[in-house]
């Protein structure tokens, strides 16, 4: 799995406005304070209000905020949300398949169920993490995932 910059910058806004409660930042404030610009942050921002991850704030002072609170919002949907498309998130058999139309291995694949395990395991991880876990300092955020680890 490869991390974009656009799944960095969809979580980190996410986070950013988890932080300001309620309320509501603009495209300009979240480009500022991410250090992108803010073409890039309305597209982002944009691209996240269509997929309901976020809801916009209508209005000269209008802007965008979660559409539900931290602890219901997991790094899963941010990166299904910008990037629809691919459905699960780490599909490794549908990347190396060569010239073919299907790999060359689809029969028999030795390698199938260690990408799988990999697949589910990081799924899981990112299903399990939630925006308001996020907003906790990182060592705290360390012991939650140590203890889900043992769980």
């Known amino acids: ?15 950013r406005l988890a932080a300001c409660g309620k309320s509501h930042l603009a495209a ?3 480009a500022e304070a991410e250090g992108v610009s803010i073409d ?17 704030v209508r209005g000269q002072k209008g802007g965008y905020r ?5 602890q219901s919002i997991n790094l899963a949907d941010i990166l299904r949300a910008v990037h629809p498309e691919k459905g699960e998130l780490c599909n490794y ?11 060359v291995l689809h029969a028999e694949c030795s390698l199938r169920p260690v990408w ?6 990081v799924t899981s991880l990112l299903e399990t993490v939630t925006l308001a876990d996020l907003m906790k ?4 955020l360390g012991r939650v995932l140590i203890q889900q680890r043992k769980a």
Do not use: W
């Open 116 to 121: 799988q395990a990999v697949s589910d395991t």
């Open 66 to 70: 979660l559409s539900s609170p931290p």
């Open 1 to 15: 799995m490869t991390i974009s910059a656009l799944d960095e910058y969809s979580i980190r806004f996410c986070l």
């Open 40 to 56: 890039y942050a309305r597209k982002v921002l944009n691209l996240m209000t269509r997929t309901r991850i976020l809801e916009p």
């Open 28 to 30: 300009a404030e979240i």
């Open 137 to 140: 300092n990182e060592r705290a």
């Open 93 to 103: 058999c549908e990347k190396f398949k060569g010239h073919e139309t299907d790999c």
